[in-house]
């Protein structure tokens, strides 16, 4: 949006959340750091803006085929913002959208052709804000009380917990506000957190830690703080049957077919970076017999693979080894050429839906692994019912 006004600029960076664009990370479709032309900061550098394409071809290719061949059923196309924060699809969940689904596909772009075989970690997303009074830092700071140390306060002791939790949880914060001007006590200052870990109960159990130190900080500095859990998921269910079906549907189809002007710009941009200049990896990764290690992040794809069975595909989209949620990745899902991946998902989505609508015995056997997964527990979301979704 160039020559945009500070307030559109402010505004189209408040919906970053929503769009999946990763703040800080925006570049042009160039193989080096180079800030986009249009002034706007941000980027998908996780390759959020190809999912549409990918996942809306895949719903008319199986439409269509539905249609030709006579077949009964029903496909449904799910819109879900603000996967990046992981929010979209937690909210949806706890609408119901999913209820009935017989079997969910889901795509993801990556620097490997792959059916996902690792979960993730199950999270929670949640905000403190310390309010104190403000004062003269200098002049009469004993009339103050800083909400900034609040903030300082609970780091310190979230950094001294990490001793003392498993090696699988995660713990990492940012402070999005921490005052306004050194010789003012901050009156209001907020930290984000992220809590992970692989199993939601250690989840739930460090959360609590947490809150008991905020509380602490609270205590100890004679401020008011407020919780807010902006949302939280448990760890991704595999679906082996799903996973079989849909590597056949994959190997079948392949890897995407970059052109060779591609592959040379990956290798500019893995030079630059001191990467093995190797370009993008397009082979089909074989599955694995069993599932491989849980992955670090997290995904609200975890909330659909507990209410309904689902498999998820990944597809190359940014040159090998480079790092995701980069500018690099950014650079790349800019380009032209990363829309082959995308239609490479389209291809395997559309295949394996239909392997669903023809054959009663896979659906059988994906509903068979997801009863044994969930061992009969119903999903029972991890923030209250009735929260509104965080619309920025």
């Not at 119901?96 to 620097?111: E, K, Q, R, S």
């Not at 970059?258 to 970076?273: H, I, K, N, S, Y």
């Not at 023809?358 to 061992?375: F, I, K, N, V, Y």
Request: contains cysteine.
């Amino acid at each position: 949006m160039a020559g945009a006004s500070p307030a559109e600029m402010s505004a189209l960076e408040a919906l970053d959340d929503l769009a999946d664009e990763i703040r800080g990370m925006g570049n042009e479709p160039v193989p080096h750091r180079a800030a986009r032309a249009d002034g706007i900061t941000s980027g998908h550098g996780c390759g959020h803006n190809l999912f549409g394409a990918g996942s809306v071809g895949a719903a008319i290719a199986i439409k269509r085929a539905m249609a030709d061949q006579d077949i009964a059923g029903e496909v449904r196309l799910f819109g879900t913002p603000a996967e990046e924060t992981v929010v979209g699809k937690v909210y949806m969940a706890n609408a119901g959208a999913f209820d009935g689904v017989d079997a969910t596909l889901v795509w993801h772009p990556m620097t490997e052709t792959r059916v996902t075989n690792a979960s993730t970690q199950a999270m929670n997303n949640f905000t403190v804000e310390f309010r104190g009074q403000a004062a003269h830092s200098a002049a009469d700071p004993w009339n103050g009380r800083s909400a900034l140390d609040a903030v300082e306060m609970m780091n310190y002791g979230a950094n001294l917990m990490r001793e003392h939790v498993q090696p699988s949880t995660r713990i990492h914060y940012v402070i999005p506000n921490a005052g306004e001007a050194p010789n003012v006590v901050p009156e209001y200052a907020k930290v984000w957190y992220y809590v992970r870990d692989t199993l939601r109960t250690n989840v739930e159990e460090h959360y609590a830690w947490l809150l008991d130190i905020a509380d602490a900080a609270a205590q100890a500095t004679r401020t008011e703080h407020e919780v807010s859990l902006i949302t939280g998921v448990h760890a991704l269910l595999l679906n082996r049957p799903l996973q079989e079906a849909m590597q056949a549907n994959l190997e079948a189809v392949g890897g995407p077919n970059f052109p060779d002007v591609f592959q040379a710009w990956g290798r500019e941009m893995q030079t630059g970076l001191d990467i093995d200049p190797v370009g993008l990896d397009v082979e089909v990764q074989p599955l694995a017999l069993g599932a491989t290690p849980a992955q670090g992040g997290s995904t609200d794809v975890a909330e659909v693979s507990w209410i309904t069975p689902t498999v998820q595909l990944e597809i190359t989209s940014a040159p090998k080894g480079v790092p995701w949620h980069s500018w690099a990745t950014s650079a790349s899902h800019g380009t032209e050429w990363a829309a082959a991946a995308a239609d490479v998902a389209a291809r395997v989505l559309a295949m394996t839906g239909m392997d669903l609508l023809t054959d009663p015995g896979l659906l059988e056997a994906a509903r068979e692994a997801h009863r044994e997964s969930t061992q009969g527990r119903p999903w029972r979301s991890p923030i209250p019912a009735d929260q509104k979704p965080p619309i920025p």
